[in-house]
Protein backbone atom coordinates (compact mmCIF):
# COMPACT_ATOMS: atom_id res chain seq x y z
CA UNK A 1 0.00 0.00 0.00
CA UNK A 2 1.29 3.39 -0.83
CA UNK A 3 2.53 4.90 2.35
CA UNK A 4 4.28 8.40 3.74
CA UNK A 5 4.80 8.67 7.08
CA UNK A 6 6.44 11.80 8.78
CA UNK A 7 8.44 12.04 11.86
CA UNK A 8 8.17 13.77 14.53
CA UNK A 9 4.66 14.90 15.01
CA UNK A 10 5.91 17.95 16.81
CA UNK A 11 8.93 19.45 17.55
CA UNK A 12 10.10 22.60 19.38
CA UNK A 13 13.42 24.22 19.10
CA UNK A 14 15.40 26.92 20.60
CA UNK A 15 16.68 29.84 18.46
CA UNK A 16 18.95 28.49 16.28
CA UNK A 17 19.28 24.88 16.82
CA UNK A 18 19.45 22.98 13.99
CA UNK A 19 17.23 20.05 13.82
CA UNK A 20 15.75 17.23 10.87
CA UNK A 21 12.68 16.59 10.10
CA UNK A 22 11.91 12.80 8.09
CA UNK A 23 9.81 11.74 5.73
CA UNK A 24 9.70 7.84 4.59
CA UNK A 25 7.82 6.73 1.77
CA UNK A 26 6.72 3.22 0.29
CA UNK A 27 4.95 3.97 -3.08
CA UNK A 28 5.22 2.53 -7.02
CA UNK A 29 6.09 4.95 -9.88
CA UNK A 30 7.39 7.57 -7.72
CA UNK A 31 7.59 10.69 -9.81
CA UNK A 32 8.83 12.64 -7.40
CA UNK A 33 9.06 14.14 -3.73
CA UNK A 34 7.83 17.25 -2.08
CA UNK A 35 7.97 19.35 0.57
CA UNK A 36 5.51 22.01 1.70
CA UNK A 37 5.06 24.90 4.57
CA UNK A 38 1.91 25.42 5.70
CA UNK A 39 1.04 28.58 8.22
CA UNK A 40 -2.41 28.03 10.84
CA UNK A 41 -5.11 28.83 8.41
CA UNK A 42 -3.77 28.82 4.98
CA UNK A 43 -2.90 26.82 1.98
CA UNK A 44 0.21 24.40 1.50
CA UNK A 45 3.22 26.76 0.52
CA UNK A 46 5.77 24.77 -2.00
CA UNK A 47 9.05 24.25 -1.19
CA UNK A 48 11.42 22.01 -3.06
CA UNK A 49 10.51 19.24 -5.03
CA UNK A 50 12.89 15.96 -5.61
CA UNK A 51 13.44 13.55 -7.97
CA UNK A 52 16.20 10.82 -7.59
CA UNK A 53 18.17 9.30 -4.49
CA UNK A 54 21.11 11.36 -3.71
CA UNK A 55 19.35 14.72 -4.73
CA UNK A 56 19.53 17.97 -2.63
CA UNK A 57 17.66 21.10 -2.74
CA UNK A 58 18.59 24.15 -0.77
CA UNK A 59 16.55 27.43 0.40
CA UNK A 60 18.17 29.90 2.97
CA UNK A 61 17.82 27.41 6.13
CA UNK A 62 16.35 24.64 4.49
CA UNK A 63 17.77 21.98 3.17
CA UNK A 64 15.82 18.82 1.38
CA UNK A 65 17.61 15.47 0.34
CA UNK A 66 16.11 12.67 -0.78
CA UNK A 67 17.39 8.64 -0.55
CA UNK A 68 15.40 5.57 -1.99
CA UNK A 69 12.95 5.35 1.06
CA UNK A 70 13.53 8.34 2.92
CA UNK A 71 13.44 12.07 2.59
CA UNK A 72 15.32 14.60 5.02
CA UNK A 73 14.17 18.57 5.20
CA UNK A 74 17.40 20.32 7.74
CA UNK A 75 16.87 23.08 9.41
CA UNK A 76 19.90 24.91 10.22
CA UNK A 77 19.60 27.95 13.12
CA UNK A 78 16.32 27.96 12.75
CA UNK A 79 14.39 31.45 13.83
CA UNK A 80 10.96 31.82 15.25
CA UNK A 81 9.86 32.36 11.71
CA UNK A 82 10.47 29.33 10.76
CA UNK A 83 7.51 28.02 12.76
CA UNK A 84 5.19 26.29 10.87
CA UNK A 85 3.85 22.85 9.74
CA UNK A 86 6.16 20.91 7.34
CA UNK A 87 4.22 18.79 4.88
CA UNK A 88 5.62 15.89 2.79
CA UNK A 89 3.97 14.73 -0.35
CA UNK A 90 5.04 12.06 -2.96
CA UNK A 91 3.70 12.03 -6.75
CA UNK A 92 3.06 8.42 -8.34
CA UNK A 93 1.67 6.82 -11.02
CA UNK A 94 0.42 3.87 -11.99
CA UNK A 95 -1.43 2.24 -14.75
CA UNK A 96 -2.44 6.16 -15.87
CA UNK A 97 -3.79 6.97 -12.50
CA UNK A 98 -2.13 9.91 -10.97
CA UNK A 99 -1.39 9.75 -7.42
CA UNK A 100 -0.49 12.74 -4.89
CA UNK A 101 0.06 11.07 -1.21
CA UNK A 102 0.46 13.78 1.50
CA UNK A 103 2.36 12.21 4.90
CA UNK A 104 0.09 14.43 8.06
CA UNK A 105 3.20 16.45 8.75
CA UNK A 106 5.39 17.99 11.28
CA UNK A 107 4.60 20.61 13.48
CA UNK A 108 7.56 22.73 14.07
CA UNK A 109 8.02 25.65 16.63
CA UNK A 110 10.96 27.48 17.35
CA UNK A 111 11.14 29.44 20.57
CA UNK A 112 13.11 33.11 20.94
CA UNK B 1 -0.90 36.99 -11.05
CA UNK B 2 -3.36 36.32 -8.16
CA UNK B 3 -2.75 32.77 -8.35
CA UNK B 4 -4.87 30.47 -7.24
CA UNK B 5 -7.88 32.05 -5.73
CA UNK B 6 -10.95 29.60 -3.82
CA UNK B 7 -14.19 31.04 -3.07
CA UNK B 8 -16.52 30.89 -0.34
CA UNK B 9 -13.97 31.33 2.41
CA UNK B 10 -16.43 29.53 4.39
CA UNK B 11 -19.65 28.26 4.25
CA UNK B 12 -22.23 26.61 6.42
CA UNK B 13 -25.08 23.58 4.89
CA UNK B 14 -26.80 21.71 5.80
CA UNK B 15 -27.21 18.05 5.61
CA UNK B 16 -28.90 17.09 2.16
CA UNK B 17 -28.40 20.65 0.40
CA UNK B 18 -25.38 20.75 -2.59
CA UNK B 19 -23.45 23.79 -3.07
CA UNK B 20 -20.60 24.06 -5.50
CA UNK B 21 -16.72 25.16 -4.38
CA UNK B 22 -15.24 27.72 -6.59
CA UNK B 23 -11.59 27.79 -7.91
CA UNK B 24 -9.51 29.97 -10.55
CA UNK B 25 -5.72 30.52 -11.35
CA UNK B 26 -4.45 32.98 -13.47
CA UNK B 27 -0.73 30.55 -14.13
CA UNK B 28 -2.11 28.94 -17.44
CA UNK B 29 -1.12 25.83 -15.72
CA UNK B 30 -2.25 22.08 -16.93
CA UNK B 31 -2.99 20.44 -13.93
CA UNK B 32 -5.42 21.40 -11.58
CA UNK B 33 -6.63 19.48 -8.05
CA UNK B 34 -8.82 19.09 -5.20
CA UNK B 35 -8.07 17.78 -1.69
CA UNK B 36 -9.36 17.87 1.47
CA UNK B 37 -7.80 17.97 4.98
CA UNK B 38 -9.01 16.59 7.81
CA UNK B 39 -7.34 16.85 11.54
CA UNK B 40 -4.64 14.33 11.99
CA UNK B 41 -4.68 13.15 8.38
CA UNK B 42 -2.84 13.87 5.34
CA UNK B 43 -4.45 16.06 2.72
CA UNK B 44 -6.58 13.74 0.27
CA UNK B 45 -7.11 14.02 -3.48
CA UNK B 46 -10.46 14.24 -4.68
CA UNK B 47 -10.49 14.80 -7.94
CA UNK B 48 -7.54 16.23 -10.68
CA UNK B 49 -7.49 17.28 -14.19
CA UNK B 50 -4.69 17.12 -16.64
CA UNK B 51 -6.63 19.56 -18.66
CA UNK B 52 -9.62 21.19 -19.96
CA UNK B 53 -12.20 18.31 -20.58
CA UNK B 54 -10.03 15.96 -18.89
CA UNK B 55 -10.56 14.58 -15.23
CA UNK B 56 -10.33 11.94 -13.39
CA UNK B 57 -11.08 10.42 -9.51
CA UNK B 58 -8.79 10.68 -6.65
CA UNK B 59 -8.91 9.15 -3.71
CA UNK B 60 -12.18 10.13 -1.99
CA UNK B 61 -14.17 11.34 -4.66
CA UNK B 62 -17.87 10.08 -3.51
CA UNK B 63 -19.65 12.99 -3.42
CA UNK B 64 -18.08 14.84 -5.55
CA UNK B 65 -18.09 16.07 -8.79
CA UNK B 66 -15.83 18.31 -11.09
CA UNK B 67 -16.10 19.41 -14.55
CA UNK B 68 -12.60 21.50 -16.52
CA UNK B 69 -14.45 23.47 -19.28
CA UNK B 70 -11.81 25.68 -19.18
CA UNK B 71 -8.09 26.37 -18.18
CA UNK B 72 -8.29 28.62 -15.39
CA UNK B 73 -11.41 27.25 -13.96
CA UNK B 74 -11.95 24.21 -12.01
CA UNK B 75 -15.11 23.98 -9.37
CA UNK B 76 -16.23 21.22 -7.18
CA UNK B 77 -19.76 20.12 -6.78
CA UNK B 78 -20.64 18.61 -3.69
CA UNK B 79 -24.64 16.95 -5.12
CA UNK B 80 -25.70 16.25 -1.26
CA UNK B 81 -23.96 17.21 1.20
CA UNK B 82 -23.09 15.46 4.45
CA UNK B 83 -21.72 16.04 7.88
CA UNK B 84 -18.29 13.52 7.01
CA UNK B 85 -17.72 16.44 3.95
CA UNK B 86 -17.04 19.07 7.32
CA UNK B 87 -13.25 19.74 6.20
CA UNK B 88 -11.06 22.42 4.93
CA UNK B 89 -10.95 21.78 0.69
CA UNK B 90 -7.73 22.90 -1.05
CA UNK B 91 -7.33 23.37 -4.13
CA UNK B 92 -4.23 23.35 -6.56
CA UNK B 93 -2.96 23.72 -9.62
CA UNK B 94 0.75 22.73 -11.20
CA UNK B 95 3.39 23.59 -13.84
CA UNK B 96 5.97 21.67 -15.24
CA UNK B 97 9.01 23.49 -15.71
CA UNK B 98 12.57 22.86 -16.42
CA UNK B 99 13.12 22.51 -12.53
CA UNK B 100 10.30 20.24 -11.63
CA UNK B 101 6.71 20.52 -11.09
CA UNK B 102 5.91 23.15 -9.04
CA UNK B 103 2.35 23.09 -7.00
CA UNK B 104 0.64 25.89 -5.90
CA UNK B 105 -2.10 25.91 -3.42
CA UNK B 106 -5.46 28.18 -2.97
CA UNK B 107 -6.01 29.58 0.67
CA UNK B 108 -9.04 27.17 1.31
CA UNK B 109 -12.44 27.04 1.82
CA UNK B 110 -13.70 25.75 5.23
CA UNK B 111 -17.07 23.62 5.26
CA UNK B 112 -19.18 23.00 8.21
CA UNK B 113 -22.25 20.56 7.65
CA UNK B 114 -24.81 20.45 9.70
Known amino acids: EDQVTQSPEALRLQEGESSSLNCSYT??????LFWYRQDPGKGPEFLFT???AGEEKEKERLKATLTKKESFLHITAPKPEDSATYLC?????????????FGTGTRLKVLA | NAGVTQTPKFQVLKTGQSMTLQCAQD?????MSWYRQDPGMGLRLIHY???????DQGEVPNGYNVSRSTTEDFPLRLLSAAPSQTSVYFC?????????????FGPGTRLLVL
Open chain 1, 89 to 101: AVHATSSGTYKYI
Open chain 2, 92 to 104: ASSQLSGSGETQY
Open chain 1, 27 to 32: VSGLRG
Open chain 2, 49 to 55: SVGAGIT
Open chain 2, 27 to 31: MNHEY
Open chain 1, 50 to 52: LYS
